[in-house]
C-alpha cells in the first residue's frame, strides 16, 4: 500500500524559508509525476507544482520564482523549496503522486507565515 508522508512545515516569518519533504513507501517502482498542492482554510486545494520522474517540472503561477521542487528518486522522496514566503502562503500542504493510473495523496503538513 503507497503511503506519502509530509514533513519540514512549521512556523515562519514573512520573508524566510522553508523546506518540505514528501516520502513515499510501499512502491517498488518509480512514480510518473510527484507534485505539490495546498489549502487554505474556507479555500479549494491549489495545484502548486509538478515534478515529472526525468526531472521535468511546472509550477503554478503564484509560486513561479519563489517555491521549487525537486525530487529524488533513489529515496522515493519529494522536496518543495519555499521562499519569500508572505501570509498568504498560510495553508496546510499536501504531497501527491501518481503511477499506474493512481493518485496518491499524503496527509498535510502546515505552514504559518506571519506578518
Known amino acids: 500500500q503507497v503511503q506519502l508522508v509530509e514533513s519540514g512545515g512549521g512556523s515562519v516569518q514573512a520573508g524566510g524559508s522553508l523546506r518540505l519533504s514528501c516520502t513515499a513507501s510501499g512502491s517498488r517502482s518509480m512514480f510518473r509525476t510527484m507534485g505539490w498542492s495546498r489549502q487554505a482554510p474556507g479555500n479549494q486545494r491549489e495545484w502548486l507544482a509538478e515534478i515529472a520522474a526525468d526531472g521535468t517540472t511546472d509550477y503554478a503561477d503564484s509560486v513561479k520564482g519563489r517555491f521549487t521542487i525537486s525530487r529524488d528518486n533513489t529515496k522515493n522522496t519529494a522536496y518543495l523549496q519555499l521562499s519569500s514566503l508572505e501570509p498568504e502562503d498560510t495553508a496546510v500542504y499536501y504531497c501527491?503522486?501518481?503511477?499506474?493510473?493512481?493518485?496518491?495523496w499524503g496527509q498535510g503538513t502546515q505552514v504559518t507565515v506571519s506578518s
Open positions: 501527491n503522486a501518481a503511477q499506474n493510473g493512481r493518485f496518491y
